[in-house]
């Protein structure tokens, strides 16, 4: 064996026994047990030293070694991946929300790079990019032969740089495109208001290290406008790509006081782990309804699901994305990292959601309200000589203070409606009851 092909051998061998450091769990350690594992990892070296030796041009050993590790990830899911330095890095910044690109989640889904959702407020969402539409070139160059990582890369850049896309859409009879500029994306996942007086609106547009602390004093700010008193509250998940498991199980403890959240099933006995609501800090009671699409992904069927199955939240909207998968990013020594998929999660009624994401208990679509000009009709009051009512002044019915574009959403609209019903079903009750 030469000494490249050595080296090379015994650097994979003590790799495969020495267990790298993994933030939170931890891998499998044990080593190969048979021969066959051996001679493969020998077949690896063998090409790997033909090439570096024969190839018609010196290539990097390092740049043929990462290309390796690409290829074996490529063989598992969408959603491995390798991380260069640079990569690392920029994965580090997005989980501490803020990094410079357009403000998509991208997925491979057969080999084509997908947008799960656009990120609310930045360019990419500016632009019209919606979820599923599919990127076909970034600055006229094809990403066929990308993975989704590389794609990535792509897209982020400098705050004021150009970029531009080259999209696939369902429905539309040709390729569109998109000018964008990068921006420095400052994501703030945590958004709400009242909209009137004891109905609240939150929004979760990704879960980063941050959510669970902003949603808490959210709703803390939310409750003190209404005096205690909230008698529904909407929380929007649509088109929240997902993001970090523990800020979804720590969302989900707002809403719950006990119960079981989510569980996670893996080869490894660290993968296995079950995540259980606390009564510390627990929201009121208030009527819940989550809003849900297509683009809610990963964490965001997590709370979804938790608060579904233990009966604290009506879903309103659409089926979600259906990402069932636990992903551990694991350091390595050259500050390159491995995103590896290591565990399926289960919802608390043992519902695995992957690949057929989580249908809502009352199916309302995302269409474009179509402006309609308004008859214009008599009323009594219309009416030449008519007296007025007897009696005590009508009561003032408050108006939901919506923005325009809110006023639009008609899953948003069919929500706010829910809630009100559900509030009146209550007091007809308590009447009845009295």
Same mark, same amino acid.
């Given at each position: 064996? %030469?000494?490249?092909?050595?080296?090379?051998?015994?650097?994979?061998?003590?790799?495969?026994?020495?267990?790298? *450091?993994?933030?939170?769990?931890? $891998?499998?350690?044990?080593?190969?047990?048979?021969? /066959?594992?051996?001679?493969?990892?020998?077949? *690896?070296?063998?090409?790997?030293?033909?090439?570096?030796?024969?190839?018609?041009?010196?290539?990097?050993?390092?740049?043929?070694?990462?290309?390796?590790?690409?290829?074996?990830?490529?063989?598992?899911?969408?959603?491995? /991946? *390798?991380?260069?330095?640079? =990569?690392?890095?920029?994965?580090?910044?997005?989980?501490?929300?803020?990094?410079?690109?357009?403000?998509?989640?991208?997925?491979?889904?057969? @080999?084509?790079?997908?947008?799960?959702?656009?990120?609310?407020?930045?360019?990419?969402?500016?632009? @019209?990019? #919606?979820?599923?539409?599919?990127?076909?070139?970034?600055?006229?160059?094809?990403?066929?032969?990308?993975?989704?990582?590389?794609?990535? #890369?792509?897209?982020?850049?400098?705050?004021?740089?150009?970029?531009?896309?080259?999209?696939?859409?369902?429905?539309?009879? +040709?390729?569109?495109?998109?000018?964008?500029?990068?921006?420095?994306?400052?994501?703030? %996942?945590? /958004?709400?208001?009242?909209?009137?007086?004891?109905?609240?609106?939150? #929004?979760?547009?990704?879960?980063?290290?941050?959510?669970?602390?902003? =949603? $808490?004093?959210?709703? %803390?700010?939310?409750?003190?406008?209404?005096?205690?008193?909230?008698?529904?509250?909407? =929380?929007?998940? #649509?088109?929240?790509?997902?993001?970090?498991?523990?800020?979804?199980?720590?969302?989900?403890?707002?809403?719950?006081?006990?119960?079981?959240?989510?569980?996670?099933?893996?080869?490894?006995?660290? /993968?296995?782990?079950?995540?259980?609501?606390?009564?510390?800090?627990?929201?009121?009671?208030?009527?819940? !309804?989550?809003?849900?699409?297509?683009?809610?992904?990963?964490?965001?069927?997590?709370?979804? @699901?938790?608060?579904?199955?233990?009966?604290?939240?009506?879903?309103?909207?659409?089926?979600?994305?259906? +990402?069932?998968?636990?992903?551990?990013? !694991?350091? =390595? %020594?050259?500050?390159?990292?491995?995103?590896?998929?290591?565990?399926?999660? *289960?919802?608390?009624?043992?519902?695995?959601?992957?690949?057929?994401?989580?249908?809502?208990? !009352?199916?309302?679509?995302?269409?474009?309200?179509?402006?309609? +000009?308004?008859?214009?009709?008599?009323?009594? +009051?219309?009416?030449?000589?008519?007296?007025?009512?007897?009696?005590?002044?009508?009561?003032?019915?408050?108006?939901?203070?919506?923005?325009?574009?809110?006023?639009?959403?008609?899953?948003?609209?069919?929500?706010?409606?829910?809630?009100?019903?559900?509030?009146?079903?209550?007091?007809?009750?308590?009447?009845?009851?009295?």
């Amino acid at each position: 064996m %030469s000494i490249l092909r050595t080296l090379i051998f015994w650097l994979f061998f003590l790799g495969l026994l020495i267990p790298p *450091f993994v933030s939170g769990e931890q $891998q499998d350690n044990s080593a190969p047990n048979s021969d /066959s594992a051996y001679e493969d990892i020998e077949l *690896f070296t063998d090409v790997l030293a033909i090439i570096h030796r024969g190839y018609v041009e010196e290539v990097d050993i390092r740049d043929l070694i990462y290309g390796g590790i690409r290829g074996m990830l490529a063989e598992l899911d969408p959603h491995s /991946s *390798f991380l260069t330095p640079d =990569l690392y890095e920029e994965m580090q910044a997005d989980t501490h929300g803020e990094f410079g690109g357009i403000g998509i989640e991208v997925t491979l889904t057969e @080999g084509a790079l997908t947008v799960v959702s656009p990120i609310e407020g930045t360019p990419a969402e500016r632009a @019209g990019m #919606r979820a599923r539409d599919t990127i076909v070139r970034i600055d006229g160059k094809s990403i066929q032969d990308l993975n989704l990582m590389e794609a990535v #890369r792509m897209m982020r850049g400098a705050s004021g740089e150009k970029i531009s896309l080259q999209v696939r859409r369902e429905g539309a009879d +040709k390729l569109l495109d998109f000018e964008l500029v990068r921006e420095v994306i400052q994501t703030h %996942s945590v /958004s709400g208001r009242t909209l009137e007086t004891g109905y609240a609106y939150t #929004r979760i547009s990704q879960f980063q290290e941050r959510t669970a602390r902003e =949603l $808490q004093d959210l709703l %803390s700010r939310l409750r003190l406008e209404n005096r205690d008193a909230l008698k529904g509250l909407i =929380l929007d998940l #649509r088109n929240n790509p997902g993001g970090l498991l523990d800020q979804a199980v720590a969302v989900s403890d707002l809403f719950l006081d006990q119960g079981l959240i989510v569980y996670t099933e893996g080869r490894d006995a660290s /993968s296995q782990l079950r995540f259980q609501a606390s009564s510390e800090g627990t929201e009121p009671g208030y009527p819940l !309804i989550i809003l849900i699409n297509e683009g809610s992904a990963s964490a965001s069927e997590i709370v979804a @699901g938790a608060l579904h199955d233990q009966g604290r939240a009506l879903l309103l909207g659409e089926r979600t994305f259906g +990402k069932g998968s636990v992903q551990t990013v !694991i350091p =390595l %020594s050259d500050n390159s990292g491995l995103r590896l998929t290591t565990a399926r999660y *289960f919802t608390p009624n043992g519902t695995s959601i992957q690949a057929r994401g989580i249908a809502p208990d !009352i199916e309302v679509p995302d269409i474009d309200l179509p402006e309609t +000009k308004r008859k214009s009709h008599y009323r009594e +009051k219309d009416l030449n000589n008519h007296f007025e009512a007897a009696g005590d002044k009508m009561p003032s019915i408050e108006q939901p203070q919506l923005e325009p574009q809110e006023r639009d959403d008609f899953q948003l609209m069919r929500a706010l409606d829910l809630l009100k019903g559900l509030e009146y079903l209550q007091l007809s009750n308590s009447s009845r009851a009295s």
